[in-house]
Nanobody, 115 residues
Framework: QVQLLESGGGLVQAGGSLRLSCAAS????????RSWYRQAPGKQRELVAR???????NYADSVKDRFTISRDSAKNTMYLQMSNLKPEDTAVYYC?????????WGQGTQVTVSS
């Protein structure tokens, strides 16, 4: 089974930047779409960013122009570059890959933004 391991979370100050990584245990080909989700306390999980097999990206309005999703196929790794972070960005962030058999989720990494 494919497993996703997230890293890069932590505590940052408002206005700062953070880069999340998601490494796959097996080769993930570019035909599969990749996404980042987040879940804040008391809220349901929401889609933050998605990159299609063709490289097309989509972002939630709340993070548009601040977050960037990317991937490195050679490293089987996807990234979420976050800049100008706000306290409302505080959440557990999850990466996901849509395989033919279904969606595979990472374990989640905590991002906390202080005022």
């Amino acid at each position: 089974q494919v497993q996703l391991l997230e890293s890069g979370g932590g505590l940052v100050q408002a206005g700062g930047s953070l880069r999340l990584s998601c490494a796959a245990s097996e080769t993930i080909f570019s035909i599969f779409s990749r996404s980042w989700y987040r879940q804040a306390p008391g809220k349901q999980r929401e889609l933050v960013a998605r990159i299609s097999s063709g490289g097309t990206t989509n972002y939630a309005d709340s993070v548009k122009d601040r977050f960037t999703i990317s991937r490195d196929s050679a490293k089987n790794t996807m990234y979420l570059q976050m800049s100008n972070l706000k306290p409302e960005d505080t959440a557990v962030y999850y990466c996901a890959v849509d395989l033919a058999a279904g969606k595979v989720w990472g374990q989640g990494t905590q991002v906390t933004v202080s005022s």
